[in-house]
C-alpha cells in the first residue's frame, strides 16, 4: 500500500505539478486548497486535482479564521517588518499549516507536503509550524528537491499534458490573502526598476481625485465599523481596502531581508491593512498610557519580526500577545482617515476612554496645568545629567 500526502494545494503551477511528481515517488496525494480570501476561482482549481492524481481534493474555508486569529492579532500589534511589511503571507502559512495537520490526521495520512522553494521564508514558515503542531508528521518539499527550473516545470507539463493553466506569460510570483498582496520576480528583482502598473490590482492612482475622509470605528482594539456603520472586521477590510485602494494607497516597494540571508525586492499591495495600521496606532497613542505605549512600540517591532521569521508556533509569540491583549481594552474609539492620491493620513480621533486632557494640552484659558511644578520636575529631572557635566568639567 502507498503512503499518504496531504498537499498544500493552491492550483498554481508548482503545487499542481507537484500531484504528480508526488505519485511518480510513490505517494498518494490529498490536495487541500484554503481559502485565506484570495481571488479566483478556488472551487475550479480543486476540481483540477482529481484529473491531476490527486485521489482526494478538498477546499477549506478559512476566512474568518484567518481574520479572528491572524489578521486581527497582526493589526492590534501594528505588524510591519522592516517597519512597512504587514506581513501578507507570513500570517497565512501557520493557519494553512494547522489545516494541513488537521486533514493528515482525518485521513490518516503519513506525510504534509507544501510548494515552497529553497530561497524563501515560507518553507521555513510551514516546516517550523509543522513541527511545533505535528512532531511526527514527516513533511514533504517536492518544489525544493525536483531542482526544476520554471522552465522545466512549464515542460513537465506540457510533456504530460497536465490540465494547469499557468502560462509562461506571466512571469510574476503573487501570493494573495484577504491582508493582501504580495508580488516577486520578473522584471522586479531589478531593484531600480519601477514596478510596471499593471502588477496592481489593489491599488489605482488613477481613480485618486481629490482627497476623502472617512471614520474609522475600533471596540477594544478591534475595527468595528466604518463612517458611523457598524460592520464585521471582515466588512471593514473589504470596504476600506475599497477605499484605500481606490486613492492608490497601500503600496510597499521593498528591499526585504529574508530570513535565509538573501536581500530580495518585493512588492505589496495591502490598502484594508496599512489603512487599519495607521487608525489603530494613532488612537492606540489617544488611549494608551505612556510608558505601556513605548513598551508596546518595541514589541510591535519584535513580534513582526518573529511572525515574519516563522515563530508563530512559539511561547514567546503567546507571551507577546498576552500582554498586547492587556492592553487592548481602551483602544476604543474612533480615527478619521484623509486619503489622498497615494497617502492616507489620520486628521482626527476620539475617545471616551481617551488620556487626551485639554485643560492640561491648552495654552488658552482654562489652563489646569499647574506651572510652577515644571520648576522643580525639571531640577531633579536633569539633576543626573548636570553632576555628571560637573565632574567632567573638574578633570
Ligand atoms: N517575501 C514575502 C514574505 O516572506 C512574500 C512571500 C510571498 N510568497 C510567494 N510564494 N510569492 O512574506
Not at 35 to 49: N, S, T, Y
Not at 51 to 63: C, H, I, N, Q, T
Not at 100 to 121: M, P, R
Not at 133 to 157: F, H, K, N
Request: hydrophobic share 40%; with cysteine; glycine share 8%.
Amino acid at each position: 500500500m502507498s503512503k499518504k500526502v496531504v498537499l498544500a494545494y493552491s492550483g498554481g503551477l508548482d503545487t499542481s505539478v507537484a500531484i504528480p511528481w508526488l505519485n511518480e515517488q510513490g505517494w498518494e496525494v490529498v490536495a487541500v486548497a484554503v481559502d485565506v480570501g484570495q481571488p479566483g476561482d478556488l472551487q475550479a482549481a480543486v476540481d483540477r486535482a482529481a484529473p491531476l492524481g490527486a485521489v482526494d481534493a478538498r477546499l477549506v474555508e478559512a476566512k474568518q479564521d484567518y481574520v479572528d486569529r491572524y489578521a486581527l492579532p497582526a493589526l492590534r500589534m501594528n505588524a510591519l517588518y522592516q517597519g512597512r511589511y504587514p506581513l501578507v503571507s507570513a500570517l497565512s502559512r501557520p493557519l494553512i499549516s494547522e489545516i494541513l495537520v488537521a486533514v493528515a490526521e482525518e485521513t490518516g495520512a503519513d506525510a504534509v507536503a507544501h510548494g515552497c522553494t529553497g530561497k524563501g521564508n515560507d518553507q521555513v514558515r510551514f516546516e517550523v509550524s509543522l513541527k511545533a503542531l505535528a512532531p511526527d508528521l514527516e513533511v514533504l518539499a517536492p518544489v525544493r528537491d525536483w531542482g526544476m527550473s520554471r522552465e522545466q516545470t512549464i515542460a513537465y507539463a506540457e510533456e504530460r499534458s497536465l490540465p494547469v493553466t499557468t502560462t509562461r506569460s506571466s512571469p510574476y510570483s503573487i501570493d494573495e490573502n484577504l491582508w493582501g498582496r504580495s508580488i516577486e520576480c520578473g522584471i522586479l528583482e531589478d531593484p531600480w526598476e519601477s514596478p510596471p502598473d499593471d502588477i496592481y490590482e489593489l491599488t489605482d492612482l488613477k481613480t485618486a481625485d481629490g482627497y476623502r475622509d472617512v471614520v474609522v470605528s475600533f471596540e477594544a482594539g478591534v475595527p468595528s465599523g466604518i463612517d458611523g456603520e457598524a460592520l464585521t472586521p471582515i466588512q471593514v477590510i473589504a470596504v476600506l481596502g475599497k477605499i484605500a485602494g481606490s486613492y492608490g494607497y497601500g503600496r510597499v516597494d521593498l528591499v526585504e531581508d529574508r530570513l535565509v540571508g538573501i536581500k530580495s525586492r518585493e512588492i505589496y499591495e495591502a490598502p484594508a491593512a496599512l489603512a487599519l495600521i495607521d487608525a489603530h496606532r494613532d488612537l492606540e497613542d489617544l488611549t494608551l498610557e505612556r510608558s505601556v505605549a513605548r513598551e508596546k512600540r518595541a514589541i510591535d517591532a519584535k513580534w513582526s519580526e518573529l511572525v515574519y521569521e516563522g515563530l508563530w508556533f512559539s511561547p514567546l509569540r503567546e507571551a507577546f500577545d498576552a500582554f498586547a491583549a492587556s492592553t487592548q481594552d481602551y483602544v476604543t474609539g474612533e480615527v478619521r482617515l484623509r486619503f489622498t492620491a497615494g497617502g492616507c493620513l489620520p486628521v482626527g480621533r476620539r475617545s471616551a476612554t481617551g488620556l487626551y486632557d485639554r485643560g492640561l494640552a491648552t495654552y488658552d484659558d482654562g489652563d489646569q496645568f499647574d506651572h510652577s511644578d515644571a520648576a522643580g520636575f525639571i531640577k531633579l529631572w536633569g539633576m543626573p545629567a548636570t553632576q555628571w557635566a560637573k565632574a567632567r568639567r573638574r578633570r
